[in-house]
């Protein structure tokens, strides 16, 4: 990639970013897994199947993708970030035989054994700077035609779990305005302009569901207090609280805390609404 987004994004990933999400590995992916469950059994991975796990974080969908292919197959899990790769491999450990991993920027990056059968995604592929540039290098790290199953995050507004703790922060701090389609979460929540950059990159048949559900705030079981701490400790945009002094943050971090108390269930945790697109380009 190039161009001073890319830069900030890369860099985001490879440093701070990356770090956020290796400190809280665990209730992310907790957090995510339904989705991830939902992505995987839309794609319906074959046995044998070589595939790349684009973003892979700290390696959960790269396993299940690995017990998919099982040992006739073969997974790679791809990140920008050194300390999530290392993690990743420690979580797997010598219990998938068919899986690596591998850090390198996806939209430049020459894998390791390609060409792979298939590309998958969980949230790993809205931070290009140049996603139409993006895709197309990693067509040629695919065999011909070869499949694309992503996740991506519908519209903000159909994500009460990020628009809850935003609306918090905008309570105490200025943040700048969201630019439409800039690298980010929500880069791909217009539809249209997503089948759009996906033709433009190649993809002659692109099929698009919508799902909708409850996202578990640093995963399931967890308290309001427990919640707070996870939102405001592991999310990009709770950076604007840290820079404003401990004072407004821990007044921002009890407010979360009350939000987070009215969708509340001992069992469950805290649940918020979420939508996100389920992606297959060929």
Partial sequence: ?????????????????????????????????????????????????????????????????????????????????????????????????????????????????????????????????????AFRHLRTQLVPGARFDLAVWGPPRDNVWMMAVMGVIRAHVEVPPATPRAPGPFAFEDIDYLRDLLADAGFARVDIDDWRGDQAIGGPGRTPAEAADFALGSMSAARVLSEAGADVMAAARADLERVYAEHHDPEAGVRLGARAWLVTAA
């Fill in 1 to 133: 990639m190039t161009g001073d987004k890319t830069s900030v994004f890369a860099d985001d990933w490879s440093g701070e970013m990356g770090q956020r999400w290796l400190r809280n590995v665990d209730h992310f992916e907790a957090m995510l897994e339904p989705i991830g469950t939902a992505l995987l059994d839309r794609a319906a991975i074959a046995t044998g199947e070589r595939i790349v796990d684009l973003g892979c974080g700290g390696g959960a969908t790269s396993r299940a993708i690995a017990a998919r292919v099982g040992p006739q197959g073969a997974a790679l899990g791809l990140d920008i970030s050194p300390d999530l790769i290392v993690a990743a491999r420690a979580r797997a450990g010598a219990d998938f035989p068919a899986l690596r991993f591998f850090c390198g920027d996806a939209a430049s990056a020459v894998l390791p054994a390609a060409p792979y059968d298939r590309l998958v995604s969980r949230f790993g592929s809205m931070f290009f700077a140049e996603p139409v540039a």
